[in-house]
């Protein structure tokens, strides 16, 4: 959806494409449901007060990401932390995802293994610098180019490239200790 957003219509559609995908990104973020819901709320606000700033130079979706990445960068300087981590937990998606019927080529073992190992990742994740969390949420769990991160970001493509990097290194070196094979 790329132009800009003239009626109450076309913003209700906007929500309900958005509104899941928008609270995700921040409960990503921020680690804890009431807030990432307060602040997806906040954001929605934000973005229906600010309409007339919406030129549809981008897509509507990267413009309610940045919203919501700022308010997150904002919740956090509000409570003068400068970054978070937190224990893991899922989110209901996420619960839904990992409760799929199993492949039927694989064990009940490797099914549980597999499970164990995707939780492990996905607290790796949330332990990631906020810097290096915001491109691999945006990146490998919301699928966003980088271009699109980097508009969402505010910052070059290049910064985005490198960010990840650095990210995804360090979630190499964490993991590395479940993907090594047992000797």
């Not at 559609?13 to 609270?23: S, W």
């Not at 990401?65 to 960068?73: M, S």
């Not at 491109?135 to 180019?145: I, K, N, W």
Request: hydrophobic share 40%; proline share 3%; glycine share 4%.
């Amino acid at each position: 959806m790329v132009g800009r957003l003239n009626t109450q219509v076309e913003f209700d559609d906007l929500f309900e494409r958005y509104e899941k995908k928008v609270f995700n990104l921040i409960y990503r973020l921020v680690g804890d449901n009431e807030e990432a819901a307060d602040l997806t709320s906040e954001a929605f606000v934000q973005a229906y007060r600010h309409l007339e700033r919406f030129r549809g130079e981008a897509q509507a979706y990267t413009w309610l990401y940045r919203i919501a990445v700022n308010l997150c960068k904002n919740y956090f300087r509000s409570k003068g932390v400068r970054d978070r981590t937190h224990a893991f937990s899922l989110d209901e998606a996420e619960k839904a995802e990992m409760a799929e019927l199993p492949n039927r080529q694989l064990s009940p073992a490797q099914v549980l293994e597999a499970r164990e190992l995707q939780q492990v990742v996905h607290q790796c994740i949330d332990e990631l610098p906020l810097e290096g969390r915001e491109v691999v949420v945006l990146r490998d769990l919301h699928g966003l180019s980088y271009q699109e991160i980097g508009q969402v970001l505010e910052v070059s493509p290049e910064l985005v490239k490198s960010r990840l990097f650095r990210a995804r290194a360090l979630l190499r070196r964490k993991l590395t200790p479940y993907l090594l094979p047992e000797a």
